[in-house]
């Protein structure tokens, strides 16, 4: 367990120190097309939207996402043209880092036996598989480390 444990807590220790800004509903459709679409305008991206937003909601959204680091932007003639800064899974990553950190407190049993039962929701022989896999994983012995093999001591 303390090699997994080891090994989880360092992955997500590495993604980032500061804690992922809230995002509403809005700002999340905003990266969603961002994502799809990889650069757009504001004026580009209201027309995906397909809805009753105005234009100045969506650069109000954008300025929103730049100032949180989310997005970049860069200016083409009068137009800026907004791309995501991060990724959808490095935006996971940082909120399971959040969640490790502010709920877990240090013990990832929860938060990997919560994942488990989220997983399983509609499933629960999914969920047993996972705590056996997991069971498994922490009972596996150390295997010695071989002077002769390469990285050995």
Do not use: C
């Not at 990553?93 to 997983?119: Q, T």
């Amino acid at each position: 367990m303390t090699l997994t444990k080891n090994i989880f807590t360092n992955w997500l220790a590495g993604i980032r120190n500061k804690q992922m800004p809230a995002l509403g509903p809005r700002e999340l459709d905003v990266l969603d097309h961002l994502w799809r679409h990889e650069e757009l305008s504001a004026q580009q991206l209201h027309a995906y939207l397909a809805t009753n937003l105005s234009l100045n909601t969506v650069q109000s959204t954008l300025e929103r996402l730049h100032r949180k680091e989310l997005v970049e932007r860069r200016k083409t003639g009068r137009a800026f043209f907004y791309r995501a800064s991060l990724t959808r899974a490095e935006i996971v990553s940082r909120v399971l880092n959040d969640l490790a950190r502010d709920v877990g407190r240090g013990d990832l049993a929860p938060i990997i036996s919560g994942f488990a039962g989220f997983l399983a929701r509609d499933d629960a022989d999914i969920e047993q598989e996972l705590l056996r896999v997991l069971g498994q994983t922490e009972q596996a012995p150390a295997q010695p480390i071989d002077p002769a093999e390469p990285g050995g001591e």
